[in-house]
């Protein structure tokens, strides 16, 4: 099946340093990403709609300023939190869905693990 | 309003038996498109089942069945032959609108049990 590759796996920062999470599709184009949240125990918050070539869309409630989304090719979205504060440490999770066809489930990365400390 | 709903937080099941998760969805879009998703703790949403709007027939996918029953908009999760890796998380989730966005639900712990 397709692969969605998320980097890093983990990362623990400072408060209020900014830290860069990558979410490729190794076989296959993709001209939409989703960018997730998901808290402990809890379910899969969707934060913003990654475009290639164009603004993401962002869910309500969801900072754009603190969350940069940037799809710059047909199979790279990045996701930088600006800025971290501990109340950002959460699991971060991208999917991917292939161009061609809009209509098959979305492929998941592994998730990145931040922690802000 | 909650666009997919899981009243079960957790479940447990004996191993080989079969385990029903419940899911209902709400959404006026004709067109959309239900799935189940299994997180086990490592993190990774691994896809099970699809089961498209105008599907007439349940989807199946090995041990795994979708019960959708479309007037009363639930597509419940039947697994079969429990095993001891089947314990995770399992999250169900619909795609819809224009932006063909996924929402999911809270999400059902299951727990087999040897």
């Known amino acids: 099946g397709a692969v969605v590759s998320q980097h890093p796996s983990w990362v623990i920062c400072k408060s209020g340093t900014s830290v860069k999470i990558e979410c490729r599709s190794l076989?296959?184009?993709?001209?939409?990403m989703f960018w997730y949240r998901q808290f402990p125990k809890q379910s899969l918050m969707l934060m913003a709609t990654?475009?290639?070539?164009?603004?993401?869309?962002?869910e309500q409630g969801v900072e754009k300023d603190k969350f940069l989304i940037n799809h710059a090719s047909l199979t790279l979205s990045t996701l930088t939190v600006t800025s971290a504060h501990p109340e950002d440490s959460s699991f971060y999770i991208c999917?991917?869905?292939?161009?061609?066809?809009?209509?098959?489930?979305?492929?998941f990365g592994q998730g990145t693990r931040l922690t802000v400390v | 309003a909650q666009k997919i709903t899981q009243t079960q937080p957790g479940m447990f099941v004996q191993e080989k038996e079969a385990v029903t998760l419940d899911c209902t969805y709400d959404t006026s879009d004709p067109s959309y498109g239900l799935f189940w998703y299994k997180q086990p703790s490592s993190g990774e949403m691994i896809f099970l089942i699809y089961q498209g709007s105008y599907d007439q027939q349940n989807a199946t996918e090995g041990r795994y069945s979708l019960n959708f029953q479309k007037a009363r908009k639930s597509a419940n999760l039947v697994i079969s032959a429990s095993q001891l890796g089947d314990s995770a998380m399992y999250f169900c989730?619909?795609?819809?609108?224009?932006?063909?966005?996924?929402?999911f639900g809270t999400g059902t712990s299951l727990t087999v049990i040897p």
């Open positions: 999917s991917a869905r292939p161009r061609e066809d809009m209509n098959t489930e979305a492929f």
């Open positions: 076989d296959f184009q993709a001209t939409t």
């Open positions: 989730a619909m795609r819809e609108g224009p932006g063909n966005q996924f929402y």
């Open positions: 990654s475009n290639e070539g164009s603004k993401a869309t962002y």
